[in-house]
């Protein structure tokens, strides 16, 4: 068929021109490039694949320039590192020479010097050693990682009367408190010797009886016995000698003398009696009202009335005049509250009885005396040796730290105990914190209605009315009145939302609260409308060190370490702990009391009762004692607690339970002789009656016969400091000791169980002869608390019981408040050791790391800080580690050995991460070749291939475009038959 309209062979012709025209594109497009795959349409699923291939390959690349720079830092490291070594080494050697003796001091001194400055090179390159402009040997660098300090001991609060109660202690002098004496002479006939007080010396013929006198005056006055730093007076006149003894001697016994006949004679009187004591008497419930010492030195007033400059001194060295009336025949003086200022320091009348020896009141006509009464505050403060940390005696706590506090007891503040503590931090290692102090409140009972105001820290409250049958409001309006104050007082009213609870108040900054009701109605009622608690509360410190450094708390033999507030112990392991306040001895036919559902929350969690059950240790001839029960024990109370810790994060031990003796008689028994502990009989060897055992070797008697029984008992004796035993129950059962004493039986103080007095026995000891405690089933108990353990910050509150009459929270020794936790670096001086992790990054993908961990190699780190932690003292005897003795340098050699052992193994690791990480190197380039290889298969050309498939398509677009010509000229061919 001829058509003209439509040339279907140049049509299928331009098709096959068409495709070989794209094929031919393709492959001259491959072989430009050198890539099969030039876009995604050359191979979809092969171009996804090569571009992630290429990603990793790239990622693996940088890989592997990480892994070269990690090796550099690690390198300038491990630099640095040597030459710590080296002068380590060469202080090793310096103390190694100053331990030999053929140095004097003076030229270790000299070898010191250079020890000291080598220390100061150690912290300067561990500051100074930067790479790429960070510093890597403080443990900055990288993430800080590693356990962080947690205040280790928290003390425990002390609560007492905000009024004072009278002291024991009263100091007497003044020139004419000690005995008067008198020796009257007559005339002399022919002389001869006198001998006064062992002084003797010659009389001349027909000496007057006053130049007798003044002879033996001038020469008691030459000797040391009497003379003018003796304390001492002698005078002489018209023929009679007076002796005036020191105020501090007390009675006397009559003076010695003698008279040659020639000499005269001589007569002995006692003229005036020693003024050995001053009683002190308040008017009904005086007591004082302020802190301080009251005192008076001075001659009588011409009419015997009234002695000059009586004043008293407060504790912040205020200065108060008081007024005293004397009343000299009585020998009494007594200060009035409603007199000048005596109402400033008495709550009040107050009366001063000046008597001798035989407690009989003495005139005191134109007598010059001088008394001080020392009147500490109700929260005693601490003294030197009380507390010792680590070896080193803390001193005493003074007023003067804590400007926060009222005076009254300032001294015996959180505040001025953690300074007290905190002036020997740079020896003991040891920081003391102070924590918010929390007074809890009373529990609400009764209708009634009551007014009043509070005196809260010395500042008075607006009026507080309770509101009739609602507890409630009757809470919020003791709270509005208080906080209407507090930006006075320092203290802030809480409410605890509960009737149990009461009011709490709380101190942010660990002031004492000192809280006085100022109230017509009874000091009870009021409390129980408002909630509040009368009385003075000293807060809490916490106790913290370097997470490696110990705590370790011991007392003096002289001290008392319950005016530290903190229980004696090992607090090294980096957990917080608190220990309950000790618990009361429970006396014959008395009950103990007992942890009980209700009691106690910890951290929100009730606390079950505890139960006789809890208490594995005790065993059942301690229970022939009535008043030892199982159930009250810390060990059952530890049990309960420990019940549920997997849901409070808080374990608890029982505390040991002790009992100290501080006086030991031996007396004249011989043989064995019992003593009943826990309800096992103790034989112990008293001796034989010559060579009679002495004090010591009783003691150690009892050590030897108490120990081995331990397991039976639970008890362990030990020699103490005081001169005494003391028994102790190491797993925290109770203690109950009975002695018969009768018929000629030993006593306490035989065991050297007895109080200071060398009579009276000490806590938890029984005698027989007493008739409470007649026999063993009747003997005192004491109980022990717990101390609670964790590695967290934990509340401790009392459960529903509150503080009503229900709750034993109280008597078992717990207290409100939250305790311990990670140290607040705020304000912490013991930053935890620090420590850097650096991340290297050595893959293609997330979380393909390697880590090494850089310490601080100064003084504030693990490594060297035993070493260098004394490098910014510059006082030598202040500085722990030095060597400028040969004991010193001794001492300092074990650090040394340690030290270098820590930075030899710090070496050792970064030596290994570096070959490590060669080898890292040496595997990614491995993997990314391999990767390129495999890549390379599936996206570049094949160049034979591609130069083929182009030269097919240059023919075939030549015989396209040929044969095209020709269909197009078919076409002509259909004119012919229109010729």
Do not use: C
Not at 29 to 52: E, W, Y
Not at 827 to 838: A, D, F, I
């Amino acid at each position: 068929m001829s058509v003209i309209n439509t040339n279907v062979k140049a049509l299928y012709t331009q098709a096959a021109l068409k495709v070989s025209g794209r094929d031919g594109a393709t492959a001259m497009q491959q072989l430009s490039t050198g890539k099969r795959i030039n876009s995604a349409k050359d191979d979809a699923a092969g171009m996804a694949i090569a571009t992630r291939m290429t990603q990793q390959i790239r990622s693996l690349n940088q890989a592997v320039r990480n892994a070269g720079d990690a090796i550099s830092l690690i390198q300038t490291a491990e630099g640095a590192t040597g030459e710590i070594t080296d002068m380590l080494q060469r202080m090793r050697e310096l103390a190694i020479q100053a331990i030999n003796d053929t140095n004097a001091n003076e030229q270790r001194g000299y070898l010191d010097l250079e020890f000291q400055q080598l220390k100061q090179e150690i912290v300067r390159i561990s500051d100074t050693t930067e790479w790429n402009g960070f510093s890597i040997l403080n443990g900055t660098a990288g993430v800080p990682v590693g356990e962080r300090p947690v205040y280790k001991a928290t003390s425990e609060s002390r609560f007492d009367s905000v009024l004072i109660n009278p002291t024991t202690t009263r100091d007497i002098a003044g020139t004419e408190a000690g005995e008067l004496q008198t020796l009257t002479f007559a005339t002399a006939t022919t002389g001869g010797a006198v001998t006064v007080g062992g002084v003797s010396l010659t009389i001349a013929a027909s000496a007057t009886k006053t130049a007798v006198a003044e002879a033996v005056r001038d020469a008691l006055l030459a000797t040391e016995d009497f003379g003018s730093t003796s304390g001492r007076a002698v005078s002489a006149s018209a023929g009679v000698l007076s002796i005036r003894y020191g105020a501090s001697e007390g009675n006397v016994a009559d003076t010695s003398f003698t008279v040659a006949t020639g000499a005269g004679s001589a007569t002995l009187a006692t003229s005036e009696a020693a003024v050995t004591s001053a009683t002190e008497q308040f008017t009904l419930n005086g007591k004082f009202v302020q802190s301080g010492a009251l005192s008076f030195s001075g001659e009588l007033s011409a009419d015997n009335t009234a002695y000059t400059g009586v004043v008293f001194t407060t504790a912040r060295g205020e200065i108060i005049t008081m007024t005293g009336n004397v009343d000299v025949s009585a020998g009494t003086i007594t200060f009035d509250d409603a007199v000048g200022n005596n109402g400033k320091v008495i709550s009040d009348n107050l009366v001063y009885t000046f008597k001798n020896s035989a407690g009989t009141a003495l005139n005191i006509t134109n007598r010059a005396l001088s008394l001080s009464v020392d009147v500490p505050g109700s929260v005693p403060p601490m003294n030197t040796g009380d507390l010792i940390i680590n070896g080193i005696t803390i001193g005493a706590s003074y007023a003067a730290d804590d400007l926060l506090s009222p005076p009254n007891n300032a001294s015996g503040s959180a505040i001025a105990k953690a300074a007290a503590i905190n002036r020997q931090t740079t020896l003991t290692g040891v920081n003391a914190v102070v924590n918010s102090n929390t007074m809890t409140g009373t529990a609400q009972t009764g209708t009634s209605v009551v007014s009043g105001r509070v005196v809260i820290n010395g500042i008075t409250s607006p009026l507080i009315t309770s509101v009739l049958n609602n507890t409630r409001e009757s809470r919020e309006a003791a709270i509005s009145a208080i906080n209407r104050i507090s930006d006075k007082t320092g203290v802030v009213a809480v409410s605890s939302n509960s009737d149990t609870e009461g009011v709490r108040l709380v101190a942010a900054d660990g002031r004492n609260i000192e809280v006085r009701f100022d109230t017509t109605n009874a000091s009870a009622d009021f409390a129980a409308r408002t909630g509040l608690k009368e009385g003075v509360q000293a807060g809490t410190y916490s106790l913290e060190s370097r997470v490696e450094a110990p705590i370790v708390i011991t007392t003096s033999s002289t001290g008392d370490p319950t005016n530290a507030v903190i229980r004696l112990g090992d607090y090294s392991t980096n957990e917080s702990t608190l220990s309950t306040l000790a618990r009361a001895e429970v006396q014959a036919a008395g009950t103990p009391v007992t942890l009980a559902a209700g009691d106690l929350v910890i951290n929100g969690i009730d606390i079950p009762g505890a139960t006789s059950a809890g208490d594995n240790r005790t065993e059942a001839a301690a229970l022939t004692t009535l008043t030892n029960q199982k159930g009250a024990s810390g060990v059952a109370m530890a049990a309960a607690i420990n019940a549920v810790s997997d849901l409070t994060g808080v374990t608890a031990t029982a505390n040991p339970v002790e009992t100290v003796g501080v006086s030991t008689t031996v007396g004249t028994l011989t043989g064995l002789r019992s003593i009943f502990i826990n309800g096992i009989e103790v034989p112990v060897d008293f001796g034989v009656a010559s060579p009679r055992q002495t004090a010591s070797e009783r003691v150690a008697a009892v050590v030897a016969a108490v120990n081995p029984k331990v397991g039976a008992t639970g008890v362990v004796a030990t020699a103490n400091p005081q001169g005494g035993v003391t028994l102790k129950t190491e797993d925290g059962r109770n203690l109950s000791i009975w002695i018969d004493d009768t018929s000629n039986g030993p006593t306490a103080a035989n065991f050297g169980l007895a109080a200071s007095d060398g009579t009276t026995e000490v806590a938890g000891v029984s005698i027989k002869s007493v008739t409470a405690t007649n026999e063993l089933s009747k003997a005192a108990t004491l109980y022990g608390g717990v101390t609670f353990h964790s590695d967290e910050a934990f509340t401790i509150e009392p459960g529903s019981n509150g503080y009503g009459s229900s709750s034993s929270f109280d008597a078992l020794g717990f207290r409100e408040g939250t305790y311990g936790g990670v140290v607040d670096e705020a304000v912490s001086k013991m930053t935890p050791p620090n420590t850097g992790r650096l991340s290297f990054h050595v893959g293609a993908s997330a979380n393909q790391t390697i880590t090494i961990d850089l310490a601080d190699f100064g003084k504030g780190g693990p490594i060297t800080g035993a070493i260098t932690g004394d490098v910014d003292l510059w006082d030598s005897k202040s500085r722990v580690n030095r060597i400028d003795s040969g004991a010193a340098a001794k001492a300092v050699l074990e650090k040394l050995d340690l030290a270098m052992d820590k930075v030899n193994a710090t070496r050792g690791t970064m030596g290994a991460v570096m070959n490590r990480l060669e080898h890292v190197i040496d595997n990614l380039m491995n993997v990314s070749m391999n990767s390129e290889a495999s890549r390379s298969q599936i996206e570049d050309a094949d160049y034979a291939a591609a130069s083929t498939e182009l030269a097919r398509t240059q023919i075939m677009q030549q015989a396209a475009t040929s044969v095209l010509a020709q269909a197009n000229a078919d076409q002509q061919n259909v004119l012919k038959l229109l010729q």
